[in-house]
């Protein structure tokens, strides 16, 4: 599973958002590069507590794997919505706030991302 792949990375230390993506190059065979360390920047809320890094990288998964904008459109939809319903917000100072840790936010980012693909 993609989420068990990323805690993976998120227990060895990379970031909340970095592990996403790593997860999902080697499942998807996504041409990251250098993306994975610029996704540290996410991290934390980016780094302010303000908007959550990983349905940022969640989104940035998605469009490297729909190249149909109108698919692309509607999937970005359905994962703003899935996660905001689960978490009720976006905002990464909220959720933590309500959570144990960030694997809790790994896990459900990384599991609607596999339900709507």
Do not use: W
Request: charged share 25%.
């Amino acid at each position: 599973m993609l989420s068990d792949r990323a805690i993976g990375y998120y227990r060895q230390g990379s970031s909340c958002s970095r592990c996403i993506m790593q997860a999902a190059s080697e499942k998807y065979r996504l041409e990251t590069d250098n993306i994975t360390y610029a996704l540290d920047g996410f991290a934390g809320g980016l780094g302010i507590g303000a908007v959550c890094g990983i349905p940022l990288v969640c989104i940035m998964v998605l469009g490297m794997i729909c190249t149909d904008e109108t698919v692309l459109k509607a999937k970005r939809l359905e994962f703003i919505m899935r996660f905001n319903e689960k978490f009720h917000s976006l905002n990464c100072g909220d959720i933590c706030g309500r959570v144990k840790d960030c694997e809790e936010i790994i896990r459900a980012g990384c599991d609607i991302i596999e339900e709507i693909i």
